[in-house]
């Protein structure tokens, strides 16, 4: 068992990194937090990564961050979804799916932003995967 002082010292560190973690955290370049301004901003980024660095700069914690993951989703799939074979398609399906499904049975605004960020990153991991299998030319 932790002696009370490892702790409070494992709770010191924790907070540290939480802390230091939000001083690297981007400021959203949006004119306003107004849905439509961070769509906008959103929607200009230049490929995927960027959208999603954006997402997570801009993101409300809340139900509004449905929309700007489908943003997201879309500036990713943008990179693949053309060029996959029905098994990769049913792949990328079944992962979104299973990001529906992780916070379906809770309550609160919060779960639906969880379920937008999981479904953004499953794109982007399916960008990531199409850009690298593309080569330098692709990017």
Do not use: H, W
């Amino acid at each position: 068992m932790l002696s009370r002082s490892r702790l409070v010292g494992l709770a010191l560190l924790l907070l540290q990194g939480v802390s230091g973690g939000a001083a690297d955290a981007e400021e959203c370049p949006a004119k306003s937090t107004s849905m439509d301004d961070v769509i906008a901003v959103l929607d200009a980024a230049p490929g995927c990564g960027a959208a999603m660095k954006l997402f997570e700069a801009c993101a409300y914690g809340a139900s509004g961050d449905v929309q700007f993951g489908e943003v997201v989703e879309k500036k990713c799939e943008a990179d693949f979804v053309g060029q996959q074979k029905p098994p990769q398609k049913l792949s990328y399906q079944r992962e979104l799916q299973a990001c529906d499904r992780k916070y379906r049975n809770k309550s609160g605004t919060m779960y639906l932003s969880f379920t937008a960020f999981c479904r953004a990153q499953v794109a982007q991991r399916y960008s990531q995967r199409a850009l690298k299998a593309a080569g330098p030319k692709a990017r």
